[in-house]
Nanobody, 121 residues
């Protein structure tokens, strides 16, 4: 069984920066694609950034040029560096990973509990 835990959220002023971290714990698994999603109250959850096992990345248009996703495969970690933050970035941010268990061929989606990011003056 794999668990994901996010950290790094908090209150920041517009124009500020924040770095989110997500770690995968457990054994007997491998991770393919990892991604960050966010959800504001009353809004749909949206994809923010994705990174493949090979390091290829994609971003939502709303965060392109401001956010950077990265990963450390050896540590089972994924990060989201957020710069030039705007009030509309306020949301709960969730980490996601495609996980394959030992002896299985299919990947399953695993989600973290989320970390709150509030951008306000």
């Amino acid at each position: 069984q794999v668990q994901l835990v996010e950290s790094g959220g908090g209150l920041v002023q517009p124009g500020g920066s924040l770095r989110l971290s997500c770690g995968a714990s457990g054994s007997g698994f491998s991770i393919n694609t990892m991604s960050w999603h966010r959800q504001a109250p009353g809004q749909q959850r949206e994809l923010v950034a994705v990174i493949t096992s090979g390091g290829s990345t994609n971003y939502a248009d709303s965060v392109k040029g401001r956010f950077t996703i990265s990963r450390d495969n050896a540590k089972g970690m994924v990060y989201l560096q957020m710069d030039s933050l705007k009030p509309e970035d306020t949301a709960v941010y969730y980490c996601n990973a495609e996980v394959r268990r030992t002896g299985r061929s299919r990947y399953l989606d695993v989600w973290g509990q989320g970390t709150l990011v509030t951008v306000s003056s």
